[in-house]
């Protein structure tokens, strides 16, 4: 082997193993394994339950009936309740699940919270579903749990409260969403925790604006009622 060879092998040695330490210190830059952590709970959250009970339970998309929104509600307008379920638990658990894992990498509270946020956003917006999702109340219902359990809780409450009083299923997540950051306050005082709270109820009320304009016009359909148009 000639000294140009062996030159040249001990340059690549060098920079492979460069690139190694390199890539080694860049994961381990907090700012890098946050957004890690926030993709990684994104593309999470862009797993559709509903589309996937379809497959599972021999259904329709349930995009192409009813609201044609990728959720528990819609699926149970199948009269599947089975199916339904299981929409509602994966939406649910994913949200649990971001958060949960985020805290069980050590992120900072900031982070864990944004993690919850995000896969909140890749329920609404999946990149595997053409950013067309859900309107992610049991996703966002999942990340209070496992974020602030006493909100979750207080939250789930209020929503109970109304859809069984009202039967509006839509009327129960916009209160939900509505109260979600007065609980949060109330528990935890102003925070960061108490803004993606807000950011996550800000978002449920704005996914519901064609609910809030069924609700005034007397034209919404109540949970257990067929819908014939979208």
Request: glycine fraction near 10%; proline fraction near 3%.
């Amino acid at each position: 082997m000639s000294e140009y060879e062996k030159s040249w092998g001990r340059g690549t040695i060098r920079a492979a193993l460069y690139f190694i330490a390199h890539t080694i210190a860049l994961t381990m830059n907090p700012v890098v394994v946050h957004l890690l952590a926030c993709l990684s709970a994104y593309l999470l959250g862009s797993i559709s339950f509903a589309v996937l009970s379809a497959r599972i339970f021999k259904l329709a998309d349930p995009r192409t009936y009813g609201s044609g929104n990728p959720g528990a509600t819609n699926v149970l307008r199948t009269g599947n309740k089975k199916a339904a379920v299981f929409t509602l638990l994966g939406d649910t658990l994913k949200g649990v699940a971001a958060v949960l894992s985020a805290r069980y990498a050590g992120l900072s509270d900031l982070g864990i919270a944004l993690c919850g946020l995000a896969v909140f956003l890749g329920h609404i917006y999946p990149i595997f579903l053409k950013f067309k999702g859900g309107k992610g109340v049991a996703t966002a219902g999942g990340v209070l749990l496992a974020l602030a359990p006493p909100v979750g809780a207080a939250s789930l409450a209020t929503w109970m409260v109304v859809v069984f009083t009202t039967r509006y299923s839509s009327l129960a997540a916009i209160m939900a969403g509505i109260t979600a950051p007065l609980w949060s306050v109330i528990f935890y005082g102003v925070g960061a925790d108490a803004a993606i709270v807000f950011l996550l109820g800000l978002t449920l009320v704005i996914k519901h604006r064609l609910n809030i304009q069924r609700l005034i016009a007397g034209t919404e359909t109540k949970v257990g009622k067929p819908k014939n148009t979208a």
